[in-house]
């Protein structure tokens, strides 16, 4: 109970730092390519993980690799469809990963039980609490997102394999400092690296947003199951609009208060009990 008390802890901490980044990705894909900003947060983020890669346990490289594939897809996608769709759409498309990990979990044969109406729950309050009838029509970047939602949903299944065989920090090391190695060769075929970018922006990413929050989610669903973990990170959208309004003055209209209050309650009704 205790493990899974503060897994939670973690990962509701982690869905409000999640919830600073929309905005500031957008900002920063506007001055400079997607590679470029996904390597260099994660090239940041790597230094506070180096110590780790000195003394990792027998069979790290794999699994840490496999993940920082599957993160590596994530936010190039994600930074690559912030070019051409809005914050807010990319939230609630991202937020698909909720209903994605259950099914991928019941096609593997395992059980969800309530976890399955609890996604569903979540997902409708994401899609009511992200909508704006002044949204363009569909578009690329939407497409890209998708990428983004699927990529997610298969992390976060694997993420609960490998985080219960090796200890959190190693394996998030191997996770961060395998990301930048992936993303580094994108990055110089696109030409992206140069100095005129946002540093502010970068720091903020690799610092927090990468190498604080991918541990803390490494450590997190080592307690707490992936159909909840999934279920728990559809807060970042809640957050990210508490942000908005209290930073920004924008206001929550009826519909997005709606939608907040049913991913809450579904948020509650998920992690209720804790897993046998």
């Known amino acids: 109970m205790r493990g899974y008390a503060l897994g939670l802890l973690a990962l509701n901490l982690l869905t409000l730092l999640w919830g600073t980044t929309f905005v500031v990705v957008k900002g920063a894909v506007e001055a400079m390519p997607a590679s470029a900003l996904v390597f260099l947060r994660f090239l940041v983020a790597s230094l506070f993980f180096l110590p780790w890669l ?19 897809l994530g936010y190039a996608s994600q930074a690559i469809g912030l070019q051409s769709t809005s914050a807010s759409r990319s939230a609630f498309i991202t ?32 899609g009511l609490l992200s909508y ?40 998030t090391a191997v996770q961060v400092v395998g ?17 005129e970018v946002p540093w502010g922006a970068v720091l903020y990413l690799g610092v927090v947003a990468t190498a604080l929050t991918t541990w803390l989610q490494t450590w997190g669903q080592r307690h707490v199951p992936a159909p909840q973990a999934a279920i728990l ?30 991913v809450i309650g579904a948020t509650l009704q998920a992690i209720r009990r804790s897993p046998a």
């Open 132 to 171: 704006d009838p002044n949204q363009p029509p569909f578009n690329v970047g939407d497409l890209w997102t998708l990428v983004t939602a699927v990529t997610y949903a298969l992390y976060i299944v694997r993420l609960e394999v490998h985080a219960k065989a090796i200890p959190s920090l190693p394996l």
């Open 233 to 262: 990170y559809t807060l970042e959208p809640v957050w990210a609009t508490l942000f908005a309004f209290l930073l920004l003055g924008e206001r929550m209209g009826l519909t997005g208060a709606l939608g907040a209050f049913l």
């Open 179 to 195: 990301t930048a190695l992936l993303a580094g060769p994108w990055a110089l075929w696109e030409g992206g690296l140069s100095w």
């Open 95 to 126: 937020a698909l990963n909720v209903v994605l990990v259950p099914l991928l979990l019941s096609l593997a044969g395992r059980r969800v039980g309530r976890a399955g109406v609890a996604a569903l729950l979540a997902f409708l309050g994401v």
């Open 54 to 72: 000195a003394r990792l346990p027998r069979g790290a490289w794999g699994p840490g690799m496999e993940l920082a594939f599957w993160l590596l």
